[in-house]
């Protein structure tokens, strides 16, 4: 691939990114009074904008240097600055495999970057034929493939990720935000091998840290810098960032919640398929089921006239309702209300 510099638009690559007043002093001590703060209260200063403390933390369970981590404000706002960074409005491509996560197309509909939208096949893998094609468009300048993938919850082909890699010379982003509910390693593994490789992680799903919005992003220094000079200046706030260090000391609890999330899912997954109204459950391997009904929309509406809200999928992958798996209590519930609609 290009050098990752060559690859950033003009305009990024000459931005002279916004000094913020702990960019000048970066101690914890002192008197502060070069930012405008307020002297009183706990809250009253400014968090530190590199999330030095929080990413050393990240090092460590993920493995890897802290020159290769990037936090963003959820995954989408990470989303949205790799089009900043890449992608020349009006001119350069981003490419999805479909069905797949929504907020990608809307992120590049927002920076008025065309996408090219390339369908899975039936097994909701990559058609290999396709391949050559898209890594081969002087258009494309950025490639979103997401795995586990949502809404369907299978694993890309590692193979095809693979080979995407080895041959495109722009930017491949792997959304990898259900990674910690497969069976498969992280490709966090294989930065040193990609230069043009982007992963990305969050702590809403494995980590049930949702509302505190911290989306990972791994990749080789070079990038980490530009999302740094890019980003604003204070994306992340100290609440936010002590949520999730005390969160990362209760690793073991983690644990056994994903364990009980993937056994929940295959009993829920086995229990479905043998309803009469259901016609397929799809393998999953993330924190949710994709099952296709005979008449979904039809589950849909009674499920939330019962106020078990599931999401309704039918729209790209007809008659199939997406269902997070929750605890045991809501799953049975479920359960016992897909029994009724059958009866």
């Known amino acids: 691939m290009k050098e990752v510099k060559c690859l950033v638009r003009d305009n990024i690559r000459k931005l002279q990114p916004y000094s ?11 008197i502060f009074l070069d930012a405008n703060e307020n002297p009183f209260g706990s809250l009253n200063r400014y968090p530190d904008p590199y999330q030095t403390e929080l990413k050393r933390a990240v090092s460590e369970i993920k493995n890897i240097g802290i020159e290769s981590i990037f ?3 959820g995954s989408d706002e990470i989303i949205d600055l790799t089009l900043r960074i890449f992608c020349n409005p009006g001119k350069d491509h981003v490419a999805i495999f479909t069905p797949t996560y929504g907020m ?6 927002i920076h008025n970057t065309p996408v090219l939208e390339i369908p899975l096949n039936e097994d909701f893998q990559i058609n290999s034929a396709n ?25 890309i082909r590692e193979e095809d990720i693979i080979a995407i890699l080895s041959a495109f010379p722009g930017i491949v982003v792997l959304d ?26 969050t702590f809403s799903k494995a980590w049930g840290m949702a509302g505190v919005r911290i989306g990972m992003a791994f990749a080789h220094r070079d990038i980490i810098f530009y999302y740094n000079n890019v980003k604003p200046p204070y994306n992340i706030s100290s609440l936010n960032q002590k949520a999730i260090l005390e969160k990362i000391k209760k690793q073991d609890t983690i644990r056994n919640e994903i364990e009980l999330i993937v056994n929940e899912r295959e009993e829920l997954g086995k229990e479905i398929q043998k309803l009469g109204i259901v016609n397929k459950v799809f393998p999953s391997q993330a924190n949710f089921l994709l099952v296709k009904f005979k008449d979904a929309n039809k589950v849909y509406a009674q499920l939330i006239a019962e106020e078990i809200i599931v999401r309704n999928r039918s729209a ?24 009724q609609l059958q009866k």
């Open 316 to 339: 790209l992958i007809g008659n199939c309702l997406r269902i997070t798996i929750g605890t045991t209590d809501e799953n049975n519930k479920l359960l016992d209300s897909l029994k």
């Open 131 to 155: 391949i050559l094609d898209l890594i081969s468009d002087p258009k494309v300048k950025v490639i979103i493939i997401c795995s586990p993938n949502n809404p369907t919850g299978n694993l």
């Open 20 to 30: 913020c007043a702990r960019n000048d002093y970066k101690r914890v001590k002192g």
């Open 176 to 201: 990898e935000a259900y990674i910690e509910f497969s069976s498969r390693e992280s490709m966090i593994s294989r930065l040193p091998d990609y230069k043009n490789l982007i992963v990305m992680q």
């Open 71 to 73: 936090l963003g404000n």
């Open 104 to 109: 990608y197309r809307v992120a590049a509909d």
